[in-house]
């Protein structure tokens, strides 16, 4: 079978792993940083190399194609280029780099297919620079508003306009993605958690993400002297906010084991050793891909009294994402060439959001996820050895050849 190459492969990962490097093993390469200018810069050289065309839409997203015949949609493949603060050198880039290489090889083997192929780079994946993440892949399918986005500033208060206009990547709106112009995407991604490795799987067969909902939680209690207020007179807010995220934990343990749950922000006020909090905060992170197992979470939450420990309670959802379903057809490719190239490979879905999330909206899409050693990821410790990178490569390269004959 057609396969890509592993020295390639290696020297893509190398090299541009130096954009951003933080000498510590992996890179901070923030969206439309120095960092990640270069990194757009070695790419659309190597494009440029490999005879693509290159445009830029208005939101600075990449898109270099390998012509095909005249008239017909083409076939998108990639990833986002950018990283959160000392992340690593596989999110986001590997899916640009199995995307390049995928390219090369069908350009320098002549490999013939019908439709032009494209490699997109997407702009702000991570939202670690300007927020939110995915914004332009979410400009571009309608989710975000273009000028709230534009407004989005960094910690230096640069807007996000202001650093596009910088870039030299601002292209036209007429470059954009859309149904008429681009008939697929397939986004190969790390998997940023331990399955894969763990189960010894070469390849996630992404069937789509999970649904999320985000809930905020409020106890309100009363702030006394910690010398003086004997305990049974206490409204201790803090208290009541543990006491609740223990009944979460033993409650949402009960149902499906594939349900993630995370409380990972609190705030107590007004956080003195000597005061007993007075107002607790904290959050609710809920993830699984069927909606029912959603809905049960929710049961649990709504079962939380107004009155807890003699605090008032109260909750709100701050925001939530419906579960993502991938084309059915794509991934049935990506689950035959798995196969046909004797790699093992498992049906999943993923836990974090993908540019790809929003692309399905519009056109035909799917997902491949290759294993993130130690489930690390957002971190310099990211890894997916290359032999993985090239099993994946490989998956998408022939995923897209399917999708080029049907
Ligand atoms: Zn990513």
Redesign the pocket.
Known sequence: MLSCNKERMEDKIKTFSKFGDTGKGGITRLSLSPEALDAREEFCRRCTALGMDIKTDDMANIYATISGEKGLPAIMMG??IDSVKQGGNY??IL?VLTALEAAETIVTEKVPHKHPITVIVWTN??GARFEPAMMSSGVITGKFDKDVMLASKDTEGITFKEALEASGYMGEIENRMTAEKYKALVEL??E?GPVLEDEKVDIGIVEGVCGMINYEFTFIGQADHAGTTPMKYRKDALYAATKTIQYLHDELDKLDGKLVYTTGKISAHPNIHTVIPDLVKFTLDVRHQDPEVIKQALEIIKAIPNIVEKCEASYEEAWSRKTVNFYPEFVGYVEKNAKEYGYSAKRMYSG?G?DAQFITDVIPTTMIFVPSENGHSHCEKECTPVDNCLKGANVLLQTILDIDKN
Do not use: I, T
């Open positions: 990833s986002h999110d986001g899916g994946e991570e991604h790390v940023q974090p993908h």
